[in-house]
């Protein structure tokens, strides 16, 4: 049963998430090098919670046997994630994000 494996190593990732843009959105944001401003803390810790939901669902859903429920569920989730992959490639190629380890470090001589 390998769903139950996936569920909840992904069901733990997105607590995380979701507990860092309630707790420190500011280190969410800079972890991309984008441009922070403070006034984005405010709409990250509204959505934190729906972040944190997902996880908890996510978890839950690992005792789920497989059927039409649980295949519904996986797909929804694999377009969910795909989208945040996609908008994450249209921010690296644009220029808007970037790996915030060469962003803030001069380069090794």
């Known amino acids: ?17 979701g507990a860092v843009l309630l707790i420190a959105p500011q280190a969410y944001m800079q972890l991309y090098a ?6 984005m803390d405010f709409p990250a810790r509204r959505f934190a919670p729906a972040v944190l ?31 945040v992959a996609a908008t994450g490639v249209s921010a690296w190629s644009t220029g ?3 790996p915030s380890c060469c962003s803030r470090r ?3 001589l």
């Open 106 to 108: 001069p380069p090794r």
């Open 96 to 98: 808007v994000a970037g």
């Open 53 to 83: 939901a997902l996880g908890a669902v996510l978890i839950l859903a690992r005792s789920l046997a497989p059927g039409p429920f649980l295949a519904s569920l996986s797909l929804v989730c694999t377009l969910a994630f795909l989208g």
């Open 1 to 17: 049963m390998m769903h139950r494996a996936l569920f909840f190593a992904t069901g733990l990732f997105v607590l995380l998430i």
């Open 34 to 39: 984008t441009q922070y401003h403070p006034g």
